[in-house]
């Protein structure tokens, strides 16, 4: 065709065509993808991170360019108008882009961000929290619209590369990861969660570097389920590390086995607590004074230490790795996780203890070991440990509550990285056993008037005790008595606490004890001479059925063992015309006995449950569920008394 003779009419109708050819194919893909993903507001397009390693003036540089774009599906998407990104001291902001894409006469215009703010992140973890986030507000959203950010950031610290996660609550279109490194720069990675290697990857060459690249299509969307490990636990993932660098023909180790990561975290603590500290060493002597042996002094200052120094992470850039000095943190009176760590070994030394050391250990949110990755990425926690004979006791005091002699609870079954002067081991921390989390209670009931009279005496231990103890708190009058009455509630809602004593709330190797009166109304069911009472005034997890489609783990916070009386004094005017059956169930996930006995005119029914599995994958969520259904039958069988 001679485009130079066509008429301006022609060229009016091909511009048209134009534009109708535009929206329309915009339109048909935005119906498209409401087609796909029908359950869904917002789509995300592509999510990607590109890491750009080079050598630059004989030092290592660590560039990482991150690309997001969005597309609203639906009006009820538009309320999704905020999006943000991380960064900190160690990974530095160096520049940012953000804009909205809306057509306007049939073609894509950019409206750019102008409402942005940096906040404080809400992370939660004690390890790490100087991260910054910058939020973005995106204007002029409707249905078709884009949200599209781009950041890029400079890694200080080379052992601290982030992971790069294939998933989000949304479902994504496309999800990459790409490496860019010069040849003399050697990278290693562990990819998670993908077992049947859905995630593609390729290593070419160009311009004499290697680029890897990671791309995950048509992400689902991850369900967030309650009682779940952790994201970490269920969502696609990559850990990139880099194993060693060459500059000037010299070989820099950086990580790749657990000596390069120990040998990295001995750099934090080689020089702590250097220098005495007489005020330190003398409350440390005053509270071991009359102590005679290693074990008790170190109960001591671990208790003294959770009585006296405030838990507060406050950190900031390396202050997030390396602990503060004993002194300053006496001084001061508060401290984090890596502080509390400080003071306690620098405690035990003025003591004349020898065997506390500093250890670094991963939440039960982190699914990874040691052998697996070891990178900074596997620890987000900081504690110290004591080598009492052949026995490791992990003291973590951050939790005000927990006794000494058990971990926290947020660290059974983990792994420590125990370093001992210049030498490490690795240390599995224990699953408490649940007979150590017992909760002891005996109830003595009697009918009066249609209702059920009792007086009740429970005690809590182990993690039980600390979990109560901290959910309590300093609370006071109406709001103390609420508490506690929410903790010892039988029956059903017309459960009135009469009154209520406690024991043992300040002395952590004692149970913590509440003794209570109360009464139950319309409990007992009376048909003809006949009386119902089902002495199942609790049900323990009878709730806790797992859901058929679950894919995430069920993780408990702790074993439990539910260990509770119940004796009901038989009226003189009845007779027992039924008594429940006794049942037996001992499985991989519980242990049961439920057992009936009369005597001396009274009923007494003995319940005894030990939990033995914390974490439940999908081959067992089948038959525990089976194995609560069994108990859920048990607990519906009524006693019935006859009228004589």
Not at 209 to 234: A, H, M, Q, R
Not at 395 to 402: G, R, V, W
Not at 467 to 490: C, H, P
């Amino acid at each position: 065709m001679n485009w130079s003779k066509l008429s301006n009419k022609h060229l009016y109708i091909l511009a048209f065509l134009g534009i109708f050819s535009l929206t329309s194919n915009a339109q048909n893909t935005l119906e498209d993808y409401k087609k796909q993903y029908p359950d869904f507001n917002e789509l995300v397009l592509n999510d990607s991170q590109t890491y750009d390693f080079s050598i630059e003036n004989n030092k290592l540089k660590v560039v990482q360019d991150n690309h997001y774009e969005s597309v609203i599906l639906t009006e009820n998407g538009i309320q999704n108008n905020k999006e943000s990104f991380s960064y900190s001291e160690l990974v530095k902001l160096q520049s940012y882009d953000a804009y909205s894409v809306i057509y306007d006469n049939g073609k894509e215009r950019k409206i750019k961000v102008t409402q942005t703010n940096e906040i404080q992140s809400g992370q939660s973890s004690a390890f790490y929290d100087d991260v910054k986030e910058r939020q973005l507000i995106f204007p002029n959203l409707e249905a078709g619209s884009k949200k599209v950010y781009h950041y890029q950031t400079e890694f200080v610290d080379p052992f601290l590369l982030h992971k790069f996660l294939f998933g989000s609550h949304l479902p994504i279109k496309n999800s990459t990861l790409e490496i860019k490194t010069e040849k003399n720069i050697n990278i290693g990675y562990k990819i998670f969660n993908d077992p049947s290697n859905s995630i593609q990857f390729s290593r070419t060459e160009k311009k004499g570097k290697w680029i890897y690249k990671w791309t995950l299509k048509d992400v689902n969307p991850i369900k967030f389920e309650g009682n779940s490990p952790g994201f970490l636990y269920i969502v696609p993932h990559i850990n990139v590390y880099i194993k060693d660098y060459t500059i000037n023909n010299q070989k820099v180790d950086v990580l790749g086995d657990i000596d390069k990561l120990f040998a990295y975290y001995k750099g934090f603590t080689k020089n702590l607590n250097q220098t005495e500290d007489p005020t330190l060493k003398a409350i440390s002597l005053q509270i071991t004074e009359n102590l005679t042996n290693d074990d008790d002094k170190v109960k001591a200052i671990f208790y003294w230490v959770k009585d006296n120094i405030k838990y507060i992470a406050f950190e900031n850039g390396y202050e997030g790795f390396i602990p503060r000095e004993a002194r300053l943190i006496c001084e001061r009176k508060f401290g984090d996780c890596k502080d509390m760590a400080s003071i306690i070994t620098a405690m035990a030394k003025y003591a004349n203890v020898k065997n506390v050391f500093i250890s670094w250990i991963g939440t039960r949110e982190i699914p990874y070991s040691y052998n697996e990755l070891p990178t900074p990425a596997v620890d987000n926690h900081m504690i110290a440990v004591y080598k009492k004979g052949e026995e490791y006791l992990f003291l973590d005091a951050t939790d005000k509550e927990t006794l000494y002699g058990i971990p926290t609870a947020f660290i059974q079954g983990k792994e420590a990285l125990y370093g001992e002067g210049n030498t490490y081991k690795i240390i599995p921390v224990p699953i408490v056993p649940a007979e150590k989390n017992e909760i002891l209670e005996q109830v003595k009931l009697k009918i009066e008037k249609d209702k059920l009279v009792g007086s009740g005496k429970i005690e809590f231990n182990g993690y039980n005790r600390s979990r109560i103890l901290l959910r309590i708190g300093d609370a006071t009058n109406k709001t103390r008595f609420e508490m506690i009455k929410s903790l010892v509630l039988k029956g059903n809602n017309k459960f009135n606490l009469k009154d209520y004593t406690e024991e043992n709330i300040k002395d952590r190797d004692k149970p913590y004890q509440i003794g209570y009166n109360f009464d139950l109304g319309n409990y007992i069911v009376k048909v003809d001479k006949e009386m119902y009472v089902n002495l199942f005034l609790d049900k323990p997890l009878e709730k806790v059925i797992i859901e058929k489609d679950r894919s995430a783990k069920f993780e408990f916070e702790h074993l439990n063992y539910i260990n509770t009386q119940y004796e009901l004094d038989i009226p003189q005017n009845c007779t027992v015309k039924y008594l429940p059956k006794n049942f037996s169930l001992d499985n991989d996930y519980i242990k049961v006995d439920i057992v009936y006995e009369v005597k001396n005119n009274k009923i007494t029914l003995n319940l005894r449950l030990k939990q033995k599995k914390l974490l439940l994958d999908q081959p067992d969520f089948e038959l525990w569920n089976k194995t609560i259904k069994d108990l859920k039958s048990n607990y519906a069988d009524t006693l019935i008394l006859l009228e004589k």
